[in-house]
């Protein structure tokens, strides 16, 4: 029995798993050409009997809301929610133009916050922080 809302990665998207009032499974992806999550309940077989060896992985929260992020990141557009994504842009560059391999602990924890708070600004299919 998997727990609702349930979150995924899926073909280099995110998907999430939910029910209706009824108990039906409804899926919704992520299209990463407008970040918005649409309604696809034809992955759900595939996700359900997924193994590790598919193009499915299980995420938790966290990580569903970063791989998110991470993909609309790749977006280009006007608006608060897009200046945010210039931000974290700027941050990887300057990590690159220094050298270094990765963040700082103060710095992961900044973008962390940085794309929840984008999150937050889309509509989502789920509840705000829904586990």
């Known amino acids: 029995m998997v727990r609702t809302p ?3 990665e899926y073909y280099k998207s995110t ?11 409804i899926g919704y992806r992520l299209n990463t050409r407008t970040g918005e999550f649409d309604l696809d309940n034809r992955p759900i077989p595939e996700i359900l009997l997924a193994t590790s060896t598919s193009e499915v992985a299980s995420l938790d929260y966290d990580d569903f809301v970063w791989t998110t992020e991470e993909i609309r990141g790749r977006l280009r557009g006007d608006g608060a929610v897009f ?17 270094r ?6 710095e992961r924890a900044l973008i ?5 708070r984008m999150f937050k600004m889309w509509n989502n299919p789920i509840p705000d922080g829904a586990r």
């Open 6 to 8: 349930a979150y995924y």
């Open 15 to 25: 998907y999430v798993l939910t029910t209706n009032s009824e108990g039906d499974w």
């Open 83 to 99: 200046a945010l994504y210039e931000t974290i842009d700027a941050m990887y560059e300057q990590k690159e133009r220094e050298g």
């Open 101 to 106: 391999k990765a963040f700082t602990p103060e």
């Open 112 to 116: 962390k916050s940085i794309r929840r």
